[in-house]
């Protein structure tokens, strides 16, 4: 069975950049079909996808975010981070790693990691 671990810090002050890490278990992150995604839920709002880097390495992000976000993957380690810069209190929220596969298919996810912006 696939098991996700998202890690980082809690708390992170305005200005500064996040950096979270995902650890997959249980499957490769180089395994075809599937892609590794990041999202978040700000409370009291809904799912808010960040981008996903696939089993080859292509990466893709929101385009709300594309200006601020960095996705990448260490292969060795068999996990993917990522980096948001700039951060603000409305960047708080319960941050999730997920594997995806198909057309927005998921069937993995990890149990999320609470990161608030706070000086």
């Known amino acids: 069975q696939v098991q996700l671990q998202e890690s980082g810090p809690g708390l992170v002050k305005p200005s500064q950049t996040l950096s979270l890490t995902c650890t997959v278990s249980?499957?490769?992150?180089?395994?075809?079909?599937?892609?590794w995604s990041w999202i978040r839920q700000p409370p009291g709002k809904g799912l808010e996808w960040i981008g996903y880097?696939?089993?080859?390495?292509?990466?893709h992000y929101s385009p709300s975010l594309k200006s601020r976000a960095s996705i990448s993957r260490d292969t060795s380690k068999n996990q993917f981070t990522l980096q948001l810069s700039s951060m603000t209190p409305e960047d708080t929220a319960v941050y999730y790693c997920?594997?995806?596969?198909?057309?927005?298919?998921?069937?993995?996810w990890g149990q999320g990691t609470q990161v608030t912006v706070s000086s």
């Open positions: 997920a594997r995806y596969y198909g057309s927005a298919k998921t069937d993995y």
């Open positions: 249980g499957g490769s992150i180089t395994t075809s079909p599937f892609y």
């Open positions: 880097i696939t089993y080859s390495g292509r990466i």
